[in-house]
Nanobody, 132 residues
Framework: QVRLEQSGGASVQTGKSLKLSCAAH????????MAWFRRPLESPGMSREG???????????YYVDSVKGRFTISRDDAENTVYLQMDSLNPEDSAMYYC??????????????????????WGQGTQVTVAT
């Protein structure tokens, strides 16, 4: 059983940076897919939007256009932790952020997908608020 523990959410001003952490417990998650999703604060009924994914086997990453060039997903093997570095934040980035992991996806071909139903394990969520 995998448990994901998130930290790092905060309230910041537009243009500032923030780094989220997601520590995995119960499995080393080598050669697996991990991802970050978010749900806008003003739309709690919306589905979670996948924004970045990393394949822990070769560190390959993928970003959606809305965060590409501003957000960076990375992984520290020693800490068994995935990070989301968020730069140039704007109010549209205000959301509950969730990390996710799956122990099956990616093992055959290293392909990770940003579809929430494909991920078995989820963090508890952390809130990011960006003020103007």
């Amino acid at each position: 059983q995998v448990r994901l523990e998130q930290s790092g959410g905060a309230s910041v001003q537009t243009g500032k940076s923030l780094k989220l952490s997601c520590a995995a417990h119960g499995d080393t998650l080598n050669r697996n897919c991990m991802a970050w999703f978010r749900r806008p604060l003003e739309s709690p009924g919306m589905s979670r939007e996948g924004i970045a994914t990393i394949y822990t086997g070769d560190r390959s990453t993928y970003y959606v256009d809305s965060v590409k060039g501003r957000f960076t997903i990375s992984r520290d093997d020693a800490e068994n932790t995935v990070y989301l570095q968020m730069d140039s934040l704007n109010p549209e980035d205000s959301a509950m952020y969730y990390c996710a992991a799956d122990t099956g996806m990616g093992q055959n071909d290293g392909s990770c997908y940003l579809r929430s139903y494909l991920y078995k394990y989820w963090g508890q969520g952390t809130q990011v608020t960006v003020a103007t």
